[in-house]
């Protein structure tokens, strides 16, 4: 029989140490220069990589530490993304409290800089062995930056919006192919929503229909892959269950 090999390596953000929260916080207000925050980062981000290292993992990842969210990176290197009241209530002790805000699309999107090279450049550097960069899927993306009233001025539905956030996500993943990255995380494409029958009717409610959502989402998601060759890359699609 032949051998078998499994890999370890960890799925989504770690947990932000409380200084760095309390960094990012600093720097949001003002009170913090960027390049102050970008040396705690890489401090915090030695350490998760240490910290992976003795337990074992196989794939390192830098926990996200240099997002705010795990989809922040898309917002802060795209124009056309404006701030407006998220709708959630969250509770914990590293939530914000009513009236937060989240960033959705409010115009044609543009994209300006690069998704991960803050990220990727540092982590193949001092990772003690392969590793991962976790980039968004377009999907989830989409069905969260969409807000009716605001961006249906630019695109009347999330399916004439996924083919731009497609594009995009695309040129990253082939850009972190170039770099020699050699693991990538499409995360949160949010299929598990479609076989839900309570999100289907939620959906329904709201005019979607759910068989064509479904199919935009999958179409979004082979753009952001096409053209990647498997020898250069191992694509992970995170399929998580949606809110």
């Keep these: 029989m032949a ?9 989504g953000s770690l947990l932000r140490p409380a200084e760095l929260l309390e960094a990012r916080a600093a720097y949001v207000a003002g009170r913090m ?6 040396d705690l980062e890489d401090t915090a981000i030695l350490d998760a990589l240490e910290m ?3 337990t074992g993992i196989d794939i390192f990842t830098d926990g996200e530490y240099r997002r705010g969210t795990f989809r922040s990176s898309f917002a802060d290197s795209v124009e056309g993304m404006v701030a407006a009241e998220s709708g959630r209530h969250w509770s914990g002790q590293s939530t914000g409290g009513q009236g937060d805000t989240e960033r959705v699309v409010g115009g044609r999107l543009r994209q300006v800089r690069r998704l991960t090279a803050h990220e990727s450049s540092f982590l193949k550097q001092r990772a003690p062995g392969p590793c991962k960069i976790t980039v968004p899927s377009a999907g989830y993306l989409g ?12 695109y009347p539905t999330v399916g004439d919006l996924l083919p731009d956030i497609a ?4 040129k990253e993943l082939q850009e972190l192919v170039a770099e020699g990255v050699p693991y990538i995380q499409l995360d949160a494409p949010g299929y598990a929503a479609f076989v839900d029958e309570n999100q289907r009717q939620r959906m329904r409610a709201d005019g979607i229909n759910p068989d064509q959502a479904f199919e935009e989402f999958l179409m ?5 892959v096409g053209g990647l060759k498997r020898e250069d890359v191992t694509v992970a699609i995170h399929i998580c269950r949606g809110n």
């Excluded at 807000?147 to 630019?154: D, H, L, M, P, S």
């Excluded at 979004?220 to 952001?224: E, G």
């Design 33 to 38: 220069t960027v390049e102050h925050l970008r």
């Design 220 to 224: 979004a998601d082979n753009t952001s």
């Design 143 to 154: 069905s969260r930056a969409y807000r009716r009233g605001i961006t249906e001025k630019f």
């Design 167 to 170: 594009a995009i996500i695309r």
């Design 3 to 11: 051998a078998m090999h499994y890999r370890a390596d960890q799925l």
């Design 52 to 54: 992976q290292r003795q």
